[in-house]
């Protein structure tokens, strides 16, 4: 078995709307069946007991390697604890090569227990080892490096539970909720309305303090300390017991309290220069430690944190009793899971001591032995939910600390014997405010009752029923894609709205390019929605880029399909016919929001199927009114658009809206047929945006076809009295469209300029001026700057072969460079002739083409 290729499928594909690992497994003969291979079953599930494919497939069934290798990637992943339940095996029309497709929820974890379950697979083949324990300890321990940790992932769960976009950033905990103007930004329970000198003062625990006491909010006696002797003069001033913590600390690191002795004292002054060379020390105030979430202007949970400490049974040592602790499966090392593992260090060495134990103790049953003062659950504490038993005057105090340092989002710790009435009548106090508080405690607390802690924060970010979405619109299909995208962007940017776009030509904001060459892909539309000055994204859809990674987003709310031709690029990626073709095309209509529209071509079979696939509503349009589907379509009262009276005509019941073809000048006056069907797309689909019909009809008045506005998309050039037309026309169907367009035009003589790219199919590129060779008088051939895996004039054999029997073309030339053959073809024209340049490179023959004809 061998993986000649394996791709990460980041978003809505082919195959799935979950992000997928997709991969290309050649089978030898024998692998074909691993059901004829003597022992390989036993050796599988001796090996992976859990895998069971026989009991899935079937005794009977034929069940390649490949389908195995599936299965196990899906199952090693689904038991080290990954939620994923989605995987394909297809074969090919390659004898023994499969496409296999596997759901992951972390990148890395999928790609690793693929590269695991192949060493499975040949392990069963060649009766050898294999290490399941090993193999699934390191996908869990990966899987936990790399998902959200869970304050980020409770406020993303929340923004998706509401319908908001998000994206993550960074390897850690950056994330983008939302899309283009729209966005908002977290780091775990930090927000970007967190500000920098709010983190500032939360850090500095002197400033802190005076700004609290300034406000009238209870907080403990302290100094900052520069030794271990000055903090022992600091003890001494305040009056033991004391508390030591770096003065710019969090997480309880370096935090040791209730320090009455010189000894501890040094050892936690220790601790705390460990963190920090800026040390506080202040009066321990005796109670309990509460942690107040404070969200905007409230208090959305409390919790009361209880130091890690073990009770003794009068059998085992403290030492053993804190490792049947942290056997607990709730326990981790990290912050992954509710609760974190009690440390066993010079800390909690001294804290025994302090106590009259040592680790080799044996506690009598029922003695509470503590192993820190502080209760931080990241250093081995519990927490208990008390958010229903918080007076209000707590919680105005946490509030008024959390406005007063002045962040959005901030965890208030207070000390004090109880959280049921004010902190002024027990001597209570706060004694830290920190910014990105760890929101596990409040998520699942050890005791009581979870809060919706990351719906809170949600809820702060984003107003009632916002999704935080700009109007997505996406294009796909073989032809008409770059202008319908243009013309589209442009009707939206008339209605006021800062429009990103991107087409085969680059990535454009606000009608700026900013990034060139081809950008119909799924990077190109990540940036878009990326951008903070974008209203509304209009993205060119191209198949490589559906096939390479998925949709660069979840839903749409519009997906217009032009057409499914037969020219775009067959024979690649196992997209062999029209129908797999189809099937990709597809995608963005199968992931149109159930509130969205797919704009799809009544004339063209394949996207007339393609309706059903739809979440949404479906607009069909066709230059034919008669046609069945629009007619089929009026009667039942959908949505449709079609040519009537030399008018395009959007209608639903008795809803009617012309536009006189006379005022679209991308049609010219109604005589370019692909054209009208371009623009009855855009109709489509800026109707179902909601765009008032004024702005419709202002925006196809004032867009102009020319090279500046949609290069390489019919741009006329008038050259000494003769017609000049641009084209990046590339495919046997995009030719076919222009013909009608060409012969409408009167010319004395119809010269045309052409090439072919190298990674189409030979019957395409034939194809291509057999229909040239019927319409123009003279052709003049070129080879692309780039043959794209072709021998040197390969493709200039294959575009000769297809004019053998052309009934028009008299005078076939072959020159060697694009500038070369288009001068040549200038220089042979005649007023009232016209010619037709299919160009390669745009933005560059179209700058050579415009210097000739200004020149001329």
Not at 65 to 79: H, I, P
Not at 775 to 791: A, S, T
Not at 815 to 837: K, V
Request: with cysteine; glycine share 8%.
């Amino acid at each position: 078995m061998e993986v000649s290729r394996i791709r990460a499928l980041r978003g809505p594909n082919l195959w799935s709307r979950n992000t997928c690992i997709e991969a290309i497994v050649n089978c030898s003969e024998a692998e074909q069946d691993v059901s004829k291979i003597a022992g390989f079953e036993k050796r599988l599930c001796a090996l992976f007991p859990e895998i069971a494919f026989f009991q899935v497939l079937g005794q009977n069934a034929v069940i390649p390697l490949a389908r195995v290798l599936e299965l196990a990637t899906l199952g090693l992943q689904a038991q080290a604890g990954c939620l994923v339940t989605f995987s394909r095996t297809t074969a090919t029309f390659e004898t023994g090569v499969y496409q296999v497709v596997v759901e992951y929820s972390q990148e890395p974890v999928g790609r690793r227990a693929f590269e695991l379950a192949q060493q499975l697979c040949n392990a069963a083949l060649h009766n050898t080892g294999f290490d399941l324990e090993a193999a699934l300890f390191e996908l869990r321990e990966l899987d936990e490096n790399e998902r959200f940790g869970p304050s980020t992932g409770a406020i993303v769960d929340a923004a998706r539970a509401r319908g908001i976009p998000f994206r993550r950033l960074t390897h850690g905990s950056l994330v983008q909720l939302g899309w283009g103007s729209k966005q908002r930004r977290i780091q775990a329970a930090e927000s970007d309305h967190s500000s920098a000198i709010a983190e500032s003062i939360a850090q500095d625990k002197e400033l802190t303090k005076k700004l609290l006491d300034a406000v009238g909010v209870p907080v403990p006696v302290g100094r900052p300390v520069n030794s271990a002797d000055d903090a022992w003069a600091a003890l001494c001033e305040i009056g033991a017991p004391v508390v030591i913590k770096p003065q710019d600390g969090n997480q309880g690191k370096g935090v040791t309290a209730n320090i009455v002795t010189r000894e501890h004292l040094n050892i936690a002054y220790a601790a705390a220069v460990e963190i920090s060379s800026e040390v506080m020390v202040e009066r321990y105030i005796p109670g309990y430690d509460f942690r107040m979430l404070v969200v905007g202007n409230q208090v959305v949970a409390a919790a009361r944190r209880d130091p890690p400490m073990v009770v003794g049974n009068g059998e085992h040592s403290v030492r053993e009793l804190v490792e049947q602790v942290n056997s607990d499966p709730r326990r981790s090392e990290g912050h992954a899971t509710s609760l974190t593992k009690i440390r066993f260090d010079e800390i909690a060495l001294a804290r025994l001591d302090a106590q009259g134990y040592t680790s080799d103790s044996v506690p009598k049953k029922g003695a509470r032995v503590v192993l820190r003062n502080n209760a931080n659950l990241s250093t081995g504490g519990t927490a208990t939910d008390v958010t229903d038993d918080m007076h209000p005057d707590i919680a105005a105090s946490a509030v008024a600390a959390a406005q007063m340092v002045g962040l959005d989002i901030c965890g208030v710790d207070v000390v004090c014997n109880s959280v049921l009435k004010p902190l002024q009548e027990q001597e209570g106090g706060i004694v830290e405010v920190n910014a990105a508080p760890g929101l596990r405690m409040h998520l699942q607390p050890s005791f009581g009752k979870g809060r919706a802690v990351g719906d809170a924060i949600i809820s702060m970010m984003f107003g009632p029923g916002e999704n935080a979405r700009i109007p997505l619109v996406t294009v796909a299909g073989t032809n008409g894609k770059t202008t319908t995208v243009r013309l589209i962007a442009h009707i939206l940017g008339c209605n006021g709205l800062r429009v990103g776009m991107t087409n085969s030509d680059g990535v454009y904001i606000e009608g700026k390019r900013i990034d060139t060459g081809d950008c119909s892909g799924p990077k190109s539309a990540r940036n878009v929605l990326l951008h903070p000055d974008v209203d509304a994204a209009v993205l060119e859809t191209a198949r490589g880029g559906v096939l390479r990674e998925g949709l660069a987003f979840d839903v749409c709310d519009v997906a217009v399909v032009t057409n499914i031709g037969m020219g775009d690029h067959l024979g690649l990626n196992y997209v062999s016919t029209v129908e797999d073709l189809a099937v990709v095309k597809r995608v963005v209509v199968q992931n149109v929001a159930p509130h969205g529209t797919a704009v799809l071509n009544a004339t063209d079979p394949m996207c007339v199927q393609m309706a059903d696939a739809c979440p949404g509503s479906v607009t069909f349009f066709a230059r034919d009114r008669h046609h069945p589907v629009i007619a089929t379509r009026r009667a039942q009262g959908h949505r449709v658009v079609y040519v009537a009276d030399d008018h395009i005509v959007a209608r639903q019941l008795e809803e009617e809206h012309r536009i006189p073809l006379s005022a679209i000048p991308l049609t010219r006056n109604g005589t370019i047929g692909f054209q009208i069907e371009n623009a009855m797309a855009v109709v489509a689909a800026t109707w179902a945006l909601k765009v008032n019909w004024e702005t419709i009809r202002s925006g196809l008045a004032s867009f102009i076809n020319d090279a500046q506005t949609a290069p390489g998309r019919f741009n006329f050039f008038d050259y000494r009295g003769a017609s000049v037309i641009a084209d990046y026309g590339h495919n046997p169907d995009a030719i076919l469209a222009l013909v009608p367009a060409i012969e409408s035009i009167q010319a004395n003589k119809r010269v045309v300029v052409i090439s072919g790219a190298g990674d189409r199919r030979d019957v395409d590129i034939i194809r291509q001026t057999e229909i040239l060779g019927d319409v123009f008088d003279e052709i003049i051939l070129y080879q692309d700057q780039c043959q794209r895996g072709r021998e040197d004039g390969e493709v200039l054999a294959l575009l000769r072969q297809g004019l053998v029997n052309a009934k028009r073309a008299k005078h076939i030339d072959e020159i060697t460079g694009e500038f070369l053959a288009t001068d040549t073809a200038l220089s042979r024209l005649q007023a009232g002739d016209l010619c037709l340049i299919l160009i390669d490179q745009v933005d560059e023959a179209l700058a050579h083409i415009a210097k000739r004809v200004g020149g001329a």
